[in-house]
Nanobody, 119 residues
Framework: QVQLVESGGGLVQAGGSLRLSCAAS????????MGWYRQAPGKQRELVAR???????DYADSVKGRFTISRVNAKNTVYLQMTSLKPEDTAVYYC?????????????WGQGTQVTVSS
């Protein structure tokens, strides 16, 4: 059973930093895409940052220059370093892994970790 487990969320003041971690386990394949999404109350889930299928990184415009995604392939782990946090970054952050097989994509999600930025 595929599991993605996030950690590192919490409460931080505006301007502060947090580092999120996501550890994936329970599978033999490799994710083609892996990254982070977030969902604020009353809003749709949105992409924050990811390693795309080419191995390059994509970032939401709102986090460029402040957030950095990294990974350790051997450990199936992906990180999100968040700096210069703003109150509008407050959301539940979800780790996502995507695997392409049989002409379709399969999505796997973590349980989410809360990030709250106070002003």
């Amino acid at each position: 059973q595929v599991q993605l487990v996030e950690s590192g969320g919490g409460l931080v003041q505006a301007g502060g930093s947090l580092r999120l971690s996501c550890a994936a386990s329970g599978f033999l394949f490799s994710f083609n895409v892996m990254g982070w999404y977030r969902q604020a109350p009353g809003k749709q889930r949105e992409l924050v940052a990811r390693f795309n299928s080419s191995g390059n990184t994509d970032y939401a415009d709102s986090v460029k220059g402040r957030f950095t995604i990294s990974r350790v392939n051997a450990k199936n782990t992906v990180y999100l370093q968040m700096t210069s946090l703003k109150p509008e970054d407050t959301a539940v952050y979800y780790c996502n892994g995507r695997h392409y097989r049989g002409y379709r994509w399969y999505d796997y999600w973590g349980q989410g970790t809360q990030v709250t930025v106070s002003s």
